[in-house]
């Protein structure tokens, strides 16, 4: 069995599709393999890395700033909370946390897991992520957050939660850090490119109030797995403090050139791809128009499979979404009749995961299901590539039900 | 290529993308891989960072460009770029190029996945399970479990933080606050991501208690011990050794045997950092620089480096197979690991690690080891020993060149001495101004000519 992400019917994850300048600009690295820590070994990726950096600083609405590049959106999560850790105390990276006052992370109950597991990796503890209620549309309720009694060192909004795709009220949210004094996260893996959408950008208003973002350009923007980076505000050289070595067999300071260039000592990884370079080709090819028609295309299917949803019989939408995830249950004729009880939702779990089932082996399409505070098993619809049409979306609809119609 | 703002119809012109493809790949395989790989092409064409900067025209704009334009792009990027597949790059602790891996490189990129569940990446969930297994085969562990990871750095924080994770289980949960100060122990001569690991994982650099070497580089058992004692009195509770199998500078191999009974007798996790060194054991002849490996608890190695499979590839090898990588990792979000699937979701080992979406790291190291065999990656080990070898004595016979030490593994450590410095030894400057001639440690790892 073989499942290919670029096709048009595959809508599983948050990233999906094949842009052919990114997908050149991959093999072009992979015949050169070279590791991005130093000028010498990797001239021209640490130079277009820098480059990009820049440009996503620039759309986040910083005059400056740092940035890197990381192997996934939650490494960036994990490098965010590592450096407000070490602003709020930075003696932490040579003590260590034992014996030091429990430190707390506040962050929404639709924040991605990758919060929980850094927490953990990090030394912080599970326990001490406290997950801030959210509304009827997945979104941070900022009363709830002022509300919490301890002072966090670390406040993360969701811009573009995985499963709802909801966006956290970011002004407000920032507000309240600003009050308070606290390093604000904003993990914008899956939303942050709704910012190269001078139509959609709004979703993510106030995001230049943060300290830090996370975002992944091979989601929305199809750069290729794995495109993610980690910007920060902070230009006074935080990231490279907190995270420096200074191994002398790499980073020399008797150099030829100017040692500055060597930007490898930022990361926590010592050989790192260059994950920027397949961002920059596809960017320099299509521009920052052709970025932005992708991103208001795949939000105006989203918008069409909507309104087709609502109107066909045994479909029914969860919430009316905000960007491109479209959840919705499939109702087979069976169910149409019962009374939305306890019998129904229960019935109801199981029709998702049979017709997932019978999509997978058939290999027609396939798109994710999950049960989500405390709703049963719906289908969460992502749509991503330039590649899908209104065609594609209607045979989304018609499939299902002639997959489920016995059910 | 312009993309169609109606949504009637796809957004994308296919025919215009893989004529695109096609010619950019052309290009790659002529400039990158034939010239790349050319002795009589340069390894580099130096430029200064800003000149650099000016050439490549890195700004990023809102108009796209033609598609010549941009294949232009792609020969000025390969043009600038180091070749590290050329036969005399031999500046890191990887060089050279295998066709298969690259093939397999290319295969991973087209196909673009994550390797979470088994649902998005069958192939690849199965094939990591198997080449891991081999892995361990090799460092002579019949069951266990493993994954890969993206990078030796990542590999050797995975060892500490499972580590720690053993010794206090609760620490997952309620963090680090409450434990005790824990101590950890790594060579003088140790890779520099254990201090990056101790800072990160929250147990502080301060903490790492560094053993000192003999002159050959290697960690001293017996100041190991003594270590040991200083952190306990201190009211350390010591969790983690990490010895290291071919250091980064000098390739020396720490005496695993002597360590391991020492880890053993203090009931200490002992880890065995073989990022670099582990792919000797592929070899019958030189496998021995690595006996006791098999008596570690986690073990890091990266075929990305000596087995050239491409950046990146490291493999975290654990003796464990009780389920412990994913007690101590495991999340279980219920949008990817949904436990109502309708095949057995044990296949979904993606919870294993701190990632959520990581790349398919397998394929070009099975695809390569398919097409050469063990025997296959055994005569490159052996072939690479050898020129190491070849070289040491050529270095001892010409004058001006002095080596550092005997080598044991591929990496080959002298001084050019200038005509000017010799003699000249005594004088109090010597060393001062001959490190100003040096261009550091080699590592000497010549590419086969056949697979």
Not at chain 1, 369 to 394: A, C, L
Not at chain 2, 401 to 427: A, D, M, T, Y
Request: with cysteine; hydrophobic share 40%; net charge neutral.
């Amino acid at each position: 069995m073989f499942v290919f992400s670029g096709h048009p019917r595959f809508f599983n994850q948050l990233y999906a599709g094949i842009d052919y300048y990114s997908l050149a600009a991959r093999f072009i690295t992979e015949a050169l393999n070279p590791s991005v820590y130093t000028y010498e070994v990797s001239p021209v990726f640490l130079l277009v890395e820098e480059a990009v950096i820049k440009k996503m600083i620039e759309f986040i609405g910083w005059e400056e700033g740092d940035g890197i590049f990381n192997p996934g959106g939650s490494v960036s999560n994990m490098y965010a909370m590592n450096l407000a850790r070490y602003k709020f105390c930075p003696e932490i990276k040579e003590k260590g946390l034992s014996g030091l006052p429990r430190l707390v992370l506040f962050t929404s109950e639709e924040c991605h897991y990758s919060m929980k597991k850094a927490a953990s990796f990090l030394g912080i503890g599970t326990e001490n992520v406290y997950f801030i209620k959210t509304d009827e549309r997945g979104k941070m309720i900022p009363e709830e957050l002022e509300k919490q009694g301890s002072a966090p060192f670390l406040v993360c909004a969701t811009a573009g939660t995985t499963v709802l795709g909801a966006f956290d009220p970011l002004d407000k949210i920032a507000n309240i850090c600003e009050k308070h004094g606290l390093w604000l996260h904003v993990d914008a893996s899956w939303g942050g490119s709704a910012l190269i959408s001078k139509k959609h950008c709004k979703l993510l208003h106030g995001i230049h109030r943060a300290d830090s973002v996370a975002w992944n350009p091979h989601k929305m923007l199809m750069a290729g797995i794995q495109c993610c980076a980690l910007l920060v505000k902070d230009n006074s050289g935080l990231l490279k403090k907190c995270y420096s070595a200074k191994a002398a067999y790499l980073f020399q300071q008797d150099k030829f050139y100017d040692v500055n260039y060597d930007t490898g000592d930022k990361s926590i990884q010592c050989s790192r791809r260059p994950d920027a370079f397949k961002f920059w080709l596809m960017w320099k090819a299509l521009g920052t128009t052709g970025l932005e028609e992708r991103v208001n295309r795949a939000l105006a299917l989203a918008r069409y499979l909507v309104e087709e949803i609502k109107k066909r019989e045994g479909f029914q939408l969860l919430l009316e979404p905000e960007y491109a995830n479209v959840c919705f249950w499939y109702i087979p004729p069976s169910l149409r009749k019962m009374e939305e009880g306890p019998e129904f939702w229960q019935k109801l779990h199981q029709v998702a995961p049979v017709i997932k089932e019978r999509m997978m082996k058939k290999g027609s399409m396939m798109l994710g299901y999950q049960p989500h505070r405390g709703k049963v098993n719906f289908f969460r619809q992502v749509i991503i590539s330039p590649q899908v049409s209104r065609e594609d979306m209607d045979f989304l609809l018609d499939e299902m039900e002639r997959l489920a119609k016995d059910l | 290529m312009a993309e169609s703002s109606s949504l009637e119809h796809p957004g994308l012109d296919k025919a215009a993308g893989e004529e695109f493809l096609q010619e950019a790949f052309q290009i790659l395989l002529e400039e990158a891989v034939r010239k790349g790989m050319d002795a009589t092409e340069k390894v580099c064409d130096w430029r200064e960072p800003q000149e650099l900067q000016e050439l490549l025209d890195l700004e990023l704009r809102s108009h796209g460009e033609p598609r010549q334009r941009v294949l232009e792009r792609c020969r000025d990027v390969i043009r600038y770029s180091v070749k590290t597949c050329h036969p005399r790059f031999f500046n890191q602790l990887f060089s050279g190029l295998d066709h298969h891996a690259l093939v397999g490189r290319m295969i991973t990129e087209a196909l673009n996945t994550s390797q979470y569940t088994y649902e998005i990446a069958p192939v690849f969930v199965l094939m990591e399970e198997v080449v891991l297994a081999k892995l361990r085969e090799l460092v002579g562990w019949s069951s266990g479990d493993g994954i890969f990871s993206p990078g030796g750095s990542i590999s050797n924080m995975y060892a500490m933080n499972v580590a720690r994770y053993r010794r206090f289980p609760d620490s997952k949960r309620k963090g680090s606050w409450a434990l005790p100060r824990l101590a950890l122990f790594t060579s003088q001569e140790s890779h520099y991501s254990i201090q990056k690991g101790a800072a990160f994982l929250g147990i502080g650099t301060d903490n790492i208690y560094l053993v000192g070497v003999d002159e050959r580089g290697k960690m001293i058992p017996e100041e190991l011990e003594k270590e040991i004692e200083r952190a306990k009195a201190e009211g350390a509770v010591p969790f983690f050794v990490s010895a290291t199998c071919g250091t980064t500078v000098l390739g020396a191999f720490d005496p695993l045997g002597s360590i391991a009974d020492v880890c053993q007798r203090h009931g200490i996790w002992f880890h065995v950092d073989a990022a670099w060194g582990g792919s000797a054991l592929l070899s019958r002849k030189h496998r021995h620089l690595l006996t006791g490996i098999e008596r570690a608890d986690s073990v890091a190695w990266n075929p990305h480096k000596m087995l050239m499979v491409g950046l990146q590839c490291s493999a975290f090898l654990l003796r464990d197979s009780s389920g412990l990588l994913q007690r101590c990792h495991g999340a279980s979000a219920t949008y990817l690991f949904q436990p109502d699937k309708f095949y057995d979701v044990s296949y979904d080992t993606g919870d294993k690690t701190v990632q959520c979406g990581r790349r398919v790291d397998c394929l070009k190291l099975w695809l390569l080891w398919k097409a050469v065999g063990t025997e296959g990656l055994e005569r490159r080990v052996d072939r690479a020993f050898a020129f190491t070898r070849y070289l040491a004595e050529e270095v001892k016979r010409r004058e001006g060149f002095q080596l550092v030490l005997e080598p044991e593994f591929i990496n080959l450590c002298f001084w050019f001495v200038p005509p000017s410095l010799r003699g000249k030894e005594g004088s109090a400057d010597y060393w001062s101004r001959l490190g100003k001639v040096s261009v550091g440690a080699t590592v000497l790892r010549p590419a086969p000519s056949k697979p």
